[in-house]
């Protein structure tokens, strides 16, 4: 799949679990991808900014990039939806708040040609973050130290000639109760879905991409999961009235596709910098 001959047009992207300002964060990555579609509406679908694990001690220049790629797509008009999540969870505050061509949810109900397609986040089914929120977050900084180490291993695993390897990924597969949560959560959003007669259900959350048509006794819908910008790299993309799963891989892109928005972006300037340009708009050499 070569993006090289210009902008892929979809009509839905859903992108979810980004989790900007954590060391997991593939900003680059996603930040390449963005720049190879043009959406008509964009779902995110939670987490995209990790207010949990926010530190201004690390906010790299690339994080930066991707909010500032994506308020680009608000000045051009296109339709956004930002669907809160559990670790920017202090963005329910504003929901129903819209500026321009954004809006802030908690879920986002969208007709596709003649379906019905039910976008929300997910953790409204995790027990944990109910009764446990202490728990949780405890959590959250443990899968972050595992993606700091699983860098690492993954650095000198490149250097002998192996494959990368996702730890997390492998103890999510191993573990019987992880396994038990992924399989009800999914089982949950199904039955609800099944029951308001939606022909579609979208997820993040879980960090397991999928797309899967589930049939109970009651009837089917498609289940479908954005997965994550950590481990996964994967969005969902919907074009001529299909869903498909995006997955990142390097090998599309050339290192000329992604180029800054703009020449000398302030993003690349030093504080200091920045500082001396504010005293040169009132004309004064120092303070």
């Known amino acids: 799949m070569k993006f090289n001959k210009g902008k892929r047009k979809l009509d839905v992207v859903v992108i979810s679990d980004v989790h900007l300002g954590t060391y997991g964060c593939h900003a680059k990555e996603l930040l390449k991808y963005l720049k190879s579609i043009n959406p008509k509406t964009v779902i995110l679908n939670g987490d995209i900014v990790d207010i949990w694990q926010f530190s201004k001690r690390y906010w790299p220049k690339s994080h930066m990039k991707v909010i500032k790629y994506l308020i680009r797509w608000v000045s051009q008009g296109k339709e956004i939806y930002y669907i809160t999540g559990n670790h920017d969870e202090m963005l329910r505050k504003f929901v129903g708040f819209q500026l ?13 040609n003649g379906k019905k397609a039910w976008f929300f986040h997910g953790d409204v089914f995790d027990v944990t973050m109910q009764h446990s929120k202490w728990l949780a977050k405890l959590g959250a900084v443990g899968y972050d130290t595992l993606i700091l180490i699983n860098k690492a291993v993954n650095y000198f695993s490149s250097l ?41 259900v979208v997820c993040g959350h879980i960090h397991q991409p999928t797309i899967k048509k589930i049939k109970t006794n009651n009837g089917s819908v498609t289940y479908l999961n954005s997965g994550d910008w950590v481990e996964n790299l994967t ?21 000329d596709d992604v180029i800054d928005i703009i020449d000398n972006d302030i993003l690349d300037k030093t504080s200091k910098e920045i500082f001396g340009e504010l005293l040169a708009d009132f004309n004064f050499k120092s303070l």
């Open 235 to 255: 969005s969902l993309e919907y074009s001529k009235k299909e869903w498909k799963l995006y997955k990142y891989d390097e090998r599309d892109y050339r290192k």
């Open 100 to 112: 321009g061509s954004l809006a802030i949810k908690n879920k986002v109900v969208l007709e596709l």
């Open 160 to 200: 002998m000639g192996k494959e990368k390897i996702s730890l997390s990924k492998k103890i999510k597969d191993s573990v019987k109760s992880a396994v038990k949560f992924i399989n009800n959560f999914e089982d949950t959003a199904v039955k609800i879905a099944i029951d308001n007669e939606y022909d579609y």
